[in-house]
């Protein structure tokens, strides 16, 4: 079955250390997306890639970094610099970004809790 | 970019239509109205989108005012697992990205 994984479901780490959070997907699709959601609040996007070894910026990159180095896989590192880093984190994917037709498909979502 | 305004919440009766208003009095004319859905603890999924004409899927009905500047999810026969919170948003014809408001919460009765 096609669709995308994020890996672990749940993740509980000390304050000052890096995590990262893995994304994979087997649609074949080009673009991918991280979004961070906040109890009770919609989705706001991190970091997207339209292609392999590209990426931008969203709306609240600052603290995170990414990687696209194949077109299945987009790893979302959550730094020490993330001063609120404890939310659910949603990674998807879509065919292309080139229209706005295109849906996006979500995997199940990594909870993680810094403390 | 233009923006969607929902109700908080809604209650609906299991196997009785529900109808989830969204108001996007700014829309531009390339934008398209996309619905998702989010249950507890999960991704959000697709439901349904459309841009000028009303649409049908097997999910839900997409009505879109003539003016376009609000727009009906329609679930003809809620269940107990359409309890989600239901997103409207707007995408424009080069845009990635969802931009998500805080949607509407619909809770079904049995």
């Known amino acids: 079955d096609g669709g995308i994984t994020q890996s672990p479901k749940y993740l509980f780490r000390k304050e000052g250390q890096n995590v990262t959070l893995s994304c994979e997907q087997n649609?074949?699709?080009?673009?991918m997306y991280w979004y961070r959601q906040d109890p009770g609040q919609g989705l706001r996007l991190i970091y997207y890639?339209?292609?392999?070894?590209?990426?931008q910026k969203g709306d609240i990159a600052e603290g995170y970094s990414v990687s696209r180095e194949k077109k299945e896989s987009f790893p979302l590192t959550v730094t020490s610099a993330q001063k609120n880093p404890t939310a659910f984190y949603l990674c998807?994917?879509?065919?292309?970004?080139?229209?706005?037709?295109?849906?996006?498909?979500f995997g199940p979502g990594t909870r993680l809790t810094v403390t | 970019d233009a923006k969607t305004t929902q109700p908080n919440s809604m209650e609906s009766n299991e196997e009785e239509p529900v109808h989830l208003p969204c108001n996007h009095s700014?829309?531009?004319?390339?934008?398209?109205i996309h619905w998702y859905r989010q249950l507890p603890s999960q991704g959000p999924e697709y439901v349904i989108h459309?841009?000028?004409s009303n649409v049908n899927n097997r999910m839900a009905s997409l009505a879109i005012a003539e003016d376009r500047k609000s727009s009906t999810l329609i679930l003809h026969r809620a269940t107990l697992r359409d309890a989600a919170v239901y997103y409207c948003?707007?995408?424009?014809?080069?845009?990635?990205?969802?931009?998500f408001g805080k949607g509407t919460k619909l809770s079904v009765k049995p």
């Open positions: 649609l074949n699709h080009d673009a």
């Open positions: 700014t829309i531009s004319g390339t934008d398209y």
């Open positions: 998807a994917s879509s065919i292309s970004t080139g229209t706005g037709v295109y849906e996006q498909y």
């Open positions: 948003i707007l995408r424009g014809g080069s845009q990635g990205n969802l931009i």
């Open positions: 890639s339209q292609i392999v070894n590209d990426f």
């Open positions: 459309g841009l000028t």
